[in-house]
Structures are given as C-alpha cells and as structure tokens.
C-alpha cells in the first residue's frame, strides 16, 4: 500500500474519532463476518420464495429435485397464476380476468380497485387496437358506472378516456397509459391479490432482506466506521472510509 | 505449474477443508441459535421491603399487611431478575386482587439499587404507573398525566419496547400509554403496595397475559418494515442475486430453467449483459460440479470419488485431508442408511480408524461410529448425520474445492460464500453491532426466523 493511501487512511480514522464514532478495520469485521452463522438449508428456502412468489414454476421445480427445499406453496397453483399475469402482459385483459375467476371468484369480487384496474387495462388495449367506438361503448357501461361509485376511479377512467382525444399519444400527457409499465403494473397488482387469496405473501422475502441490509449498513453508519458492501450485486467489502 | 502453486493449493484445500469440518460438526448443535436470556420467574424475597409486605410461599403474590403511616414504608418488591435485553418487547403483569385500604399500587421498572421503601417512579432511575390516581412517575416527585386509575380485579401490565425505547404500560390487556426510556442499564420489574390489605398477583408470563403480546409485536415489527420497504433497490438485483447463487452451487438445472423463464418473462430480463457482469468465474466447472453434487445427494460416494480421481486428482490426492475424511464418514453414513452395518463395520475399520485420535476429526468420528449402536440410528442423538443436510454439506465442501482451482479464484471466501450470503452475513453482523453499541437491547436479525414469519398471507 503507498504512503499516500496510509496517510488517507489515518487521516479518515483521525476524522471518525472526531465524531465520536467507533471505528472498526477490515480485519475486525472480517472476523465478525465469519462468526455469523448462515444455514444453507435457509439460504436455499429464500431463494425456493423468491421463485415461487415471482412465478419460476419450473425452476423451483427443478430446485426442489437439486436441493431437497421444498416450496411453500402447491407448484401447479404458480402455472395458473403465471398464466393470468402473462395473460395481462400481453394484452388479453379479457382472458385474464376469466382466468382469475375459474381460480377463485372471490378475488375480483372482494377487489374492486382490482376489478377497476383490469376493465381499465381493458379499455386501452382497445384503444390501442385503434377500436374507438368499442372503446367508448366499453367505458360507458362498463366503466362509468364504477365510477360512480368511487371519485378516485372516475379520475383515472377520464385520463384513460383522454387517450382518444390525441392523434399522436407518444406525445400526449397520458401516453404512458400505453406504455408496457402499465401492463406491467397490471399484472403484478393481480399477480399479488392471487398471492394473497392463496394465503402466501404477495411478495418475495429477498428484496425485503436487501433493502433491510441498506437500512441496517445506514443505521450503523450513525455510529460506527466499518466496512460497507454498497454494490448489492456483487456483494463487495469496502475499506472503511469516513 | 510451479512448487509454489501447488503449495498454494495445498493450503487452500486445507483451509476449505477445516471450513467444511466444521459445519459438519456444527450441525449437530444447530437449532438451538436462539439467544438464551435468563427472564424474571418469581419476585424477589430478600431484597424485599421487609415487615410492611408478605409474599406468597409460590413468589407470585404480595400482600401489604401493615398500618402504612409515611412516604418510607411502601411495600416494594423486584423481580428476581431483571428484565431481559435481546428481544423486541419485555412484558410482565400484575392482577390486583384486593386494592385494600387506598389502592395505592404501582407497577413500574426499578434499577439494581433502587431504595426498597419507595414507590417506583419517587426516586431516580425508576419509572412506575400507580394505581390511586394514574400517574406516570419518573423520578421526580410530581407525576405525569398518564392513564385511567386502576384497583381490585383490574389486570394492569408493564412493558419495555426496545426498539422504540419506551416503557409502556396496559390496564385490561389495552395499551394505556408510553414513555421515553431514559434509564440505563438492568432494570427489575417492580411491583409496590402501599395501604392494609392490597394484595397483588404477578404474571411474569407462566400464565396467558391479558394483553396481546404477540399482537403487538407484530405491529411493531410491521413498523419497521414500513419504513425499509421505502428504500429503492437497483432494477432485478434480487434475481441476479438467485441467479449467482445458482451458478456458485453448481445447480445447473435450476438455473437452465431460470434461464429460459427470464428470456420469456415481459420484458425480457438480461441480465448478464445489462450489468456488464463477468461470470465466468462461476460458470467454472459448471457440469462438473452439478454432477458431483448429484451423486453425494444420492448417497453415490464411490462414484463421487472416482469422478473426483479423474477430473480432479489434487482435490483427493492427499487420503487424510478433511476432503477424504468427509466423504469417508458420508461413505460410511450411506451405509448405515441402508443398514449393510457390517460394511459400514469394516469400512470404518479401514478408511476411518486412521483419524483416531486426531483432534480435529475425533468427534464425528465418534459419531459416525456410534452409529452403529442403534437400532434406529435415525430416531438417536447422531439423527443429524442422516439428514439431507449432511449430504448438503458434503456436496457443498466438493463444490468449493472445485471452484478454488480455478486459476481467476481470487480468494477463499469467493469459493465459500455466495454473494447472496455475504449480504446476509452483512446484515446480521451490523445488526448485531448496532445492538451491542445499543447495551445489547432489542432483538438480532435471524434469517430463521424471517424465513418462518408471515406464513399466513398478510396484507
């Protein structure tokens, strides 16, 4: 190591002591590192979640056969799931909702912003087809009524309806609306309320993990100088820096 | 390829190997990862303000029987032992039985040294709700504004949330109130009586408390995660986390599956390219190390051995290493499994009397021997070297072997440790750094536990 990089080093420790905070070297959190104790039968259950919950049916399968995890959830429910998401991806809004129904009816009936953001999605795939006057009868009696019911969902129907009033939508205020992102959105929202009907959480445990590892690595900085891992992806030690 | 090399190799092998030794010896002792903290069982009779107050031959009542006539003469008594730290909540409660004379009871939290004639909350370093007239009391004379009050047949229960750094105290099992914990160190639940014939019965949790502890850990719980589910995390970072897991284990065909689902999914998820991500570090070996693994997980160890003479002559060469040890007692273990006892018998006399007597192999030696002697070794104290993870480990163990000769290896731990591990170890050593800056309060991360929560959907 050069003189300079030593000099850096003293001169951050000199910093930290300053502050009151206490500094701890690569070596002594490389030690405590090693003292933590990670089973790999749980490692394999995180990443067994993070497949099933985000629909790798076939890769969980094959987890299973290769580590022995079992799934938390009957892997044939993930197909019909996945099918009702990938449905939405590709804009057949009306076979999704069917779908969703022969797996449990009481999902769109205890739903209703659900049932809303499908019949929405609904209208501007048609929209999008350029079936204008389909697109209106639709919104009129299948939309306006709900929005009736409920203000927020009458504001979202008008800027969906808006889509009409633009010759060229890429360069409209709603565009967006037909952005893939929506379908997207769409999806995952159905995604999630089918997860939840079937009494599993709606989302992975992993991202949760990660983001709880940000929040804990910023919650020591108040009081500590240690090494970070600040690139996630590849799980890098840093030197300790002030 | 140089002396110097091979040396290097020798060594690597035998610190991978110790590793993996070590696991397999600790996996007898696993489960029981819970941190044991003494709690408070009964309330303490000898520090107790003697001769105002009786308690009960069980330790779980007290009773003023006295005249009270000034400030110096409550009937106080501690638990005998303090609160415990390492948790999310400490909880405990008192039922008054008879509010006697001038319901004059507190209950409260009191330090080490705290004077025993006092009420909880008159003096420093203590806190104490009192039941005459519902103040909160905080080592000042004057009491705060706090709850209802409460007397004969009420439940009333005293708490410290750790996270939050608060008291708090229930009447009825409903939360009353809370206050800024400003004590440091050990604090003793405490109970006080202070007019003739106030009886009070203490729950320090033998009995179902009237309040919803779990509940309301829960929602604390659920707090915090409010707050980390904010935080923004770079776009598919969790799915090249699983997919670099896959690599480093070596399963392939998981990770084929993976794969092609990513390609198919709307939009398209590539993420090798998208993150400039060099993985032929992990890609190293990769059939080899799926086939491997399949033959340990199906109990195949002769044949295990003969692809790791062929393909890799080093890993095996030396017959004591801990690599060998290893899949000799697996060797061994597989026949138990399958009762052919009397192979296993003269296995064990040829491949692992050998490690008799050599410190760091002698005690699963001896477990695998003793094997032997049961009927149903399955059902025995040795039931862990039957399980599937002894076969994990072992096939972990050839995995990371395979990956230390890889020449771009850059150290030990990138052959140890996936990356999806590092984090985790990440995570739980700054929370576990960040309470033992705190006096040790609160509770540590334990991916067990995180893993067993919210099995019932929540949303």
Request: glycine content about 6%; charged content about 25%; proline content about 3%.
């Amino acid at each position: 190591m050069s003189l300079f990089w030593i000099v850096i080093r003293q001169l951050a420790e000199i910093e930290a002591m300053a502050t009151s905070k206490k500094v701890i070297t690569r070596e002594e959190w490389e030690k405590k590192l090693n003292d933590v104790m990670i089973r790999k039968e749980d490692m394999n259950k995180l990443v067994m979640n993070f497949l099933v919950t985000e629909g790798y049916v076939d890769a969980a399968e094959k987890l299973r056969m290769e580590s022995g995890t079992e799934p938390d959830i009957d892997l044939a429910t993930i197909t019909d799931r996945m099918a009702v998401k990938k449905a939405v991806q590709c804009g057949n809004v009306e076979d999704a909702i069917e779908k969703v129904n022969d797996l449990n009816p009481e999902i769109l009936d205890t739903n209703p912003q659900l049932f809303f953001h499908l019949q929405q999605q609904r209208l501007i795939e048609l929209i999008r087809n350029g079936k204008v006057e389909e697109a209106l009868e639709f919104a009129q009696e299948e939309l306006a009524p709900r929005g009736e019911e409920n203000q927020s969902f009458l504001e979202e129907l008008e800027k969906t309806v808006a889509l009409l009033a633009f010759e060229d939508v890429s360069n409209c205020p709603v565009g967006d609306l037909l952005d893939i992102s929506q379908r997207l959105k769409t999806a995952s929202e159905v995604n999630a309320a089918i997860l939840t009907s079937q009494n599993h959480e709606k989302d992975p445990k992993l991202p949760s993990l990660l983001k709880m590892l940000i929040w804990a690595q910023s919650q020591l900085d108040e009081k500590a100088v240690y090494p970070r891992i600040n690139d996630l992806s590849t799980a890098t030690l840093e030197d300790p820096t002030v | 390829m140089g002396s110097n090399n091979n040396n290097n190799n020798k060594k690597k092998n035998q610190d991978l190997g110790l590793y993996f030794l070590e696991m397999a010896r600790a996996s007898s002792s696993m489960g029981v990862e819970d941190e044991k903290e003494e709690s408070p069982m009964e309330l303490n009779t000898i520090n107790s303000s003697g001769g105002f107050l009786v308690v009960s031959p069980d330790k779980l009542s007290v009773k003023y029987t006295s005249v009270n006539l000034h400030g110096h003469d409550v009937g106080v008594v501690q638990a005998n032992k303090p609160a415990p730290v390492k948790r999310l909540v400490y909880y405990f409660e008192i039922y008054v039985k008879d509010a006697g004379a001038k319901g004059q009871i507190a209950i409260g939290f009191t330090s080490e040294t705290f004077k025993m004639r006092r009420q909880p909350g008159w003096e420093a370093n203590s806190c104490g709700y009192h039941g005459d007239d519902g103040l909160l009391y905080r080592g000042q004379g004057k009491g705060e504004t706090f709850g209802p009050t409460f007397t004969s047949n009420d439940t009333v229960g005293g708490g410290i949330n750790y996270a939050s750094q608060e008291f708090f105290f229930t009447k009825n099992g409903a939360v009353v109130g809370s206050v800024f914990k400003d004590i440091k160190g050990p604090l003793f639940p405490t109970i006080a009586v202070h007019s003739q014939n106030e009886e009070v019965q203490v729950n320090f949790g033998q009995k179902k408390f009237a309040f919803d502890l779990k509940d309301y850990e829960a929602q604390e719980r659920m707090k915090q995660q409010m707050t980390i589910e904010k935080i923004s995390l770079p776009p598919n970072v969790s799915y090249g986390l699983v997919r670099s897991y896959l690599l480093h284990y070596g399963y392939e065909d998981t990770l084929n599956s993976f794969d092609l689902a990513g390609k198919s999914t709307v939009p398209p998820i590539s993420f090798a390219q998208e993150n400039g991500f060099d993985e032929q570090d992990i890609v190293y070996a990769l059939n080899q190390r799926k086939t491997l693994r399949q033959l340990i997980r199906n109990g195949e160890i002769d044949a295990a051995f003969a692809k790791l003479h062929n393909w890799y002559p080093w890993i095996v060469q030396d017959d004591k290493s801990s690599t060998c040890f290893l899949l000799h007692c697996q060797k061994f273990i597989e026949l138990v499994r399958v009762g052919a006892l009397e192979e296993a018998m003269k296995y064990g006399r040829v491949e692992l009397a050998k490690f008799i007597g050599l410190d760091e192999f002698e005690n699963l030696v001896q477990d695998c021997v003793a094997l032997l002697a049961y009927e149903k070794p399955q059902e025995s104290s040795l039931g862990y070297l039957l399980e599937d993870s002894q076969r994990e480990i072992v096939a972990d163990m050839v995995n990371a072997m395979i990956l230390s000769t890889n020449p771009n290896a850059k150290d030990l731990h990138g052959c140890l440790h996936s990356y999806l591990e590092r984090l985790l170890r990440q995570l739980t050593a700054c929370c576990l750094e960040r309470r033992s800056m705190n006096g040790d309060q609160g509770e540590a991360f334990r991916l067990h536990r995180v893993l067993n929560s919210g099995k019932k959907g929540k949303c």
